[in-house]
């Protein structure tokens, strides 16, 4: 899952915790990429995106608007540290897209 918002990537990678370690060394020693930031790190036994193997968004700032609670959303707010109450913004920004596909 990639999209790109406010001139950032913000990608979530699912899968084997090897598989996705060997991805993100590639990512991260591809020199295409810059100041890479890893938000969230965590294991579960349920895939988020389970019906995707990619998607990609450009997602204009007017668009978050569609997204519920995030009416002011900012870059900035994609690197918040996680809060125990609620989920990430990023996952929000993500779980949006796949559920409103039309953004």
């Known amino acids: 899952m990639l999209i790109y918002f406010d001139g950032t990537f913000v ?3 699912e899968g084997s915790e090897e598989r996705i370690d060997i991805l993100f060394s590639k990512i991260e020693n591809d ?3 810059q100041k ?3 938000l969230l790190e965590g294991f579960s036994e349920k895939r988020e995106f389970s019906e995707w193997s990619m998607a990609y ?3 204009k700032l007017q668009e ?3 997204i519920i609670g995030q009416k002011d959303f900012k870059k900035e707010d994609l690197f918040k540290g ?3 109450e609620s989920e990430h913004p990023g996952i929000v920004l993500l779980k ?3 559920n409103d596909l039309h953004l």
């Open 36 to 38: 890479i930031v890893l």
């Open 11 to 13: 990608q979530f990678l």
């Open 96 to 98: 949006s897209f796949v």
């Open 82 to 84: 996680k809060n125990p």
């Open 31 to 33: 020199k295409r990429h």
């Open 57 to 59: 968004k450009h997602l």
């Open 64 to 66: 978050t608007i569609k």
